[in-house]
């Protein structure tokens, strides 16, 4: 059995405790300069925290422009507080350098990749792709299918409308079918790959002729209308252009009338108006062409500033005339959208609607159960209307009457979960057992009951029981969780290799006398002996230890340990300074050793660590990087992108750049957007820094695995091509 390194038996999670240290240290500042003039924002507070190693007398030393650190520009304050926690010249460094121009062969493979993997497709490019590159296509299809990679969810409804606008309903099963991991497969617990959002897309973008010639039509009668209510139709297609203007008026006038309040009592405030019509704005915002415009109807400005400026002075539109004019620039909006997908030759037929009723009949009861306890249910009543779903042709007959608002008897179980509260919740969890994720959502995790606690122990999955182990642990949970896992088996526990080290990682700083620690090293040990994939070395993988990225450490780790048991591997952690490890941990007592020994400190420089393969010209196949994409500090005048850019043009030209991010779902972290504007090509891969979800990690790997059988298509290609 794997030895257990010995911790204190009150370990706390040292991520945790930097947070809140970051978090004491952020707040202190925050009144310290609460009453200065330029107020920095939390982001540039934090960074400048982690600068001066969460000691908060030096940061305000280094942000009044006194005794800055000896590695730190002097930033002029203003300027700090607008740069969103980067360098104000961080942009400026880069930005002269010329971008890299596209491959000149480009694979079939890496066709397929492109439209599944890169923002921006169209319908029509995925329905040549699966026309023209079919094999191709399906094989990287599969492959995300089986291994879970990320896709964004317009590239997964264009795939799927694609395929059945092309009867393919073998690539459609693989995707939604009985055996897939889609919206028809068995309930695992897990999310579906392709699921109920997709689906719906991709019907939508098949019925997109239909909902076009609507809006034609009902465009056409509106037009048709204005004559009689007095527009001039020769203004008409002023429309759009001056509404922008107009649009830009109103929100610079915005501000003038600050401190007004609602227009009642003592409140009425200091604006022109002092608290009446509090969302319109002087007229001179809006209408400078026609000063003796009034504004006691925001609309008629905003009319009047449709029309060329010559006519805005004399015409006064109807209310009616108003409305009709909304409209029209809603519809022609509206259709400007669908023609981006718009592809004439495709519509949803009724045959094609039969076909996904029938296959609707599949999805299994326990999901319909979900969709109706947790989810909107707006998404399934537009499904309903487009394909005319009856409640006959699902497992539930009652679920698309609940779907509509159609109440449910007191006593189902939909109805007694409704009304889940602290108070209730032992009772409800004991009679219907309702999955964690709505539980939290009604009761927070501190207000359950050690007796409740317990039984979600006995029925939620095991792999839940571990996801969720930091919210749910209490006197006798880990007990219980081993019991289980003794009795089904480790294998009952699907989680792959990557996130359960992070949970192993988080045991064994906070509770390393667990019962759960000896069961879980041996399973994890062996997940991570079976990995096979055929990565190309040499790999780096470049692991933050600045102030506050303990996340980005462990993270590293992880990967590094992955990448050290399949091919030739380095690990880099850097802070203002690169920390080559000299040993690579090659089993799972190796990498919680590792864990506990590298200590997140100092500012970020993750130029450093690469200036090391740049002036030993060594060339690596890929460079990972595990940050938060912020850095601080510059490596011989350059931060990270002008040294990657260099070192891609002498050094490393086929280079290929992984990005690991810590990062919100939605946002474009700035190291990103400076690859994107000199074309490097990269994959991102973005966690949540709190609770990283590495079961994404297997997919980043797979994709790192495509990658090979890309290039000898490649190298194929070139070679026919000669």
């Known amino acids: 059995m794997a030895e257990v390194i010995a911790m204190p038996a009150n370990a706390a999670d040292p991520a945790d405790e930097a947070r809140e240290r970051l978090e004491k240290g952020v707040r202190e500042l925050q009144r310290y300069f609460r009453q200065g003039t330029h107020v920095p924002d939390r982001d540039t507070l934090a960074m400048v925290l982690g600068m001066c190693d969460n000691q ?176 001039n139709m020769d203004l008409l297609d002023t429309i759009t252009a001056p509404q922008q203007e107009a649009t830009a008026r109103r929100v610079q006038g915005r501000g003038r009338g600050r401190g007004r309040g609602r227009g009642r009592g003592r409140g009425r405030g200091r604006g022109l108006y002092r608290g009446r019509h509090r969302h319109h704005v002087p007229v001179e915002a809006v209408a400078h062409e026609n000063p003796e415009a009034t504004n006691q109807d925001g609309d008629q400005a905003d009319a009047s500033a449709e029309l060329s400026s010559s006519a805005a002075a004399s015409f006064k539109p109807t209310a009616a005339l108003r409305r009709a004019l909304r409209q029209i ?84 179980m939909l109805a007694q979960c409704a009304q889940l509260c602290a108070s209730n919740a032992e009772a409800i969890i004991r009679q219907h057992r309702p999955p964690y994720s709505f539980v939290r959502t009604r009761v927070r995790h501190f207000e359950l009951s050690q007796a409740t606690k317990l039984q979600l122990a006995e029925y939620l999955p095991l792999d839940q029981c571990l996801w969720w182990y930091h919210e749910l642990r209490c006197q006798g949970f880990d007990a219980a969780v081993a019991s289980r896992v003794q009795t089904l088996g480790a294998d009952c526990i699907t989680l792959n290799y990557g996130k359960l080290m992070e949970r192993l990682l988080f045991l064994q700083t906070t509770h390393p006398d667990s019962e759960l620690l000896p069961l879980l090293l041996p399973l994890a040990e062996q997940k991570l002996h079976a990995l096979r994939l055929p990565l190309q070395p040499p790999i780096a993988v470049l692991g933050d230890a600045s102030s506050s990225m303990d996340v980005a450490i462990r993270v590293s780790i992880i990967m590094a340990s992955v990448v050290a048991s399949l091919c030739e591997a380095d690990l880099v952690f850097f802070n203002t300074e690169a920390k080559p490890v000299a040993s690579l941990p090659r089993s799972v007592p190796e990498v919680l ?87 490097i090509p990269f994959r991102h891969l973005k966690l949540d820094g709190n609770l990283p979800d590495l079961k994404k990690l297997d997919s980043i790997l797979d994709v790192m695995a495509l990658d090979a059988e890309e290039d000898e298509q490649l190298l194929a290609d070139k070679q026919r091509s000669t």
């Open 593 to 679: 050793k590792l864990a506990t020994t590298v200590r997140a400190e100092h500012q970020t420089a993750p130029a450093t660590a690469l200036r090391t393969y740049y002036e030993q010209q060594r060339q690596l196949r890929y460079l990972v990087v595990v940050s938060d994409e912020r850095e601080n500090v510059k490596v011989d005048d350059m931060y990270f992108p002008a040294l990657l850019h260099k070192y891609k043009t002498e050094v490393a030209p086929n280079v290929r750049v992984v990005l690991v991010s810590f990062l919100q779902p939605n946002e474009r972290g700035p190291m990103a957007q400076a690859l994107e504007q000199l074309g």
């Open 329 to 412: 620039r809603a519809l022609r909006e509206r259709v400007k959208e669908l023609q981006k997908d718009f592809v004439p030759d495709i519509s949803l037929s009724g045959a094609l609607c039969r076909r996904l009723r029938a296959m609707l009949k599949s999805v299994a009861a326990s999901k319909l159960e979900y969709f109706a306890l947790q989810l909107p249910t707006k998404p399934w009543q537009e499904l309903c209307d487009l394909i005319h779903l009856s409640p006959r042709q699902l497992q539930l007959p009652w679920f698309i009457p609940r779907v509509f608002g159609e109440p449910l008897p007191d006593e189902h």
């Open 56 to 231: 908060v007398e030096a940061a305000k030393r280094f942000l009044e422009g006194a005794d800055e650190p000896a590695a730190a520009p002097a930033y002029d304050l203003a300027q700090l507080a607008k740069s969103n926690g980067m360098p104000p010249d961080y942009a400026a460094n880069y930005n002269h350098l010329p971008a890299f121009p596209r491959a000149e062969f480009v694979s079939d493979l890496t066709r397929a990749r492109e439209l599944l993997f890169t923002e921006g497709s169209t319908l029509q490019q995925h329905l040549d792709a699966q026309n023209q590159v079919s094999g191709a296509y399906t094989k990287v299809l599969r492959a995300a299918l089986i291994n879970r990679i990320e896709m964004s969810y317009g590239n997964k409804a264009r795939a799927l409308a694609a395929a059945l606008a092309r009867r393919d309903f073998p690539l459609v099963n693989d995707m939604i079918g009985p055996a897939s991991t889609g919206l028809l497969g068995p309930d695992n617990g897990q999310a579906d790959v392709f699921g109920l959002p997709e689906l719906l897309k991709a019907v939508r973008l098949l019925d997109t002729g239909r909902e076009v010639r609507q809006c034609l039509s009902k465009l056409a009668a509106t037009q048709d209308a204005l004559p009689g209510m007095g527009m």
